[in-house]
């Protein structure tokens, strides 16, 4: 399937894309991720691997429509909520 990516058009099909990824861990996903063969990738990780392309020449918006149309699941990260860990001199200075 054609499709476009930094105004680039690329002829991809969703085996190429699963058999480009599997040989790369996925990083931690903080925006939009995408699930191939099980694992989630972040979006512009998938982008960066399947175009040879900086990451800064495409959006993560064109890759999830890319990697959409290809038949693959994309999804917003969940947010990362840091531990609530109480600081040893909180009840001392009473705040």
Same mark, same amino acid.
């Given at each position: 399937?054609? &499709?476009?990516? @930094?105004?680039? =058009? *690329?002829? !991809?099909?969703? %085996?190429? &894309?699963? /058999? %480009?990824? %599997?040989? /790369?861990?996925?990083?931690? #996903?903080?925006? #939009?991720? #995408?699930?191939?063969?099980?694992? #989630?990738?972040?979006?512009?990780? &998938? ?10 020449? *495409? ?5 999830? $429509?890319? !990697?959409? $149309?290809?038949?693959?699941?994309? /999804?917003?990260?969940? =947010?990362?909520? =840091?531990?609530?860990?109480?600081? @040893? ?7």
């Amino acid at each position: 399937m054609r &499709v476009v990516i @930094a105004r680039f =058009p *690329f002829d !991809l099909t969703k %085996s190429e &894309v699963e /058999h %480009s990824m %599997s040989s /790369h861990t996925p990083e931690p #996903v903080t925006g #939009v991720g #995408v699930t191939i063969d099980g694992r #989630v990738y972040p979006v512009m990780q &998938v982008g960066e691997v399947i175009t040879r392309q900086n990451r800064r020449d *495409f959006t993560a918006l064109e890759m999830r $429509r890319a !990697l959409t $149309r290809l038949g693959f699941t994309c /999804h917003d990260a969940r =947010p990362v909520t =840091p531990p609530q860990a109480a600081r @040893a001199d909180e009840d001392v200075l009473g705040w």
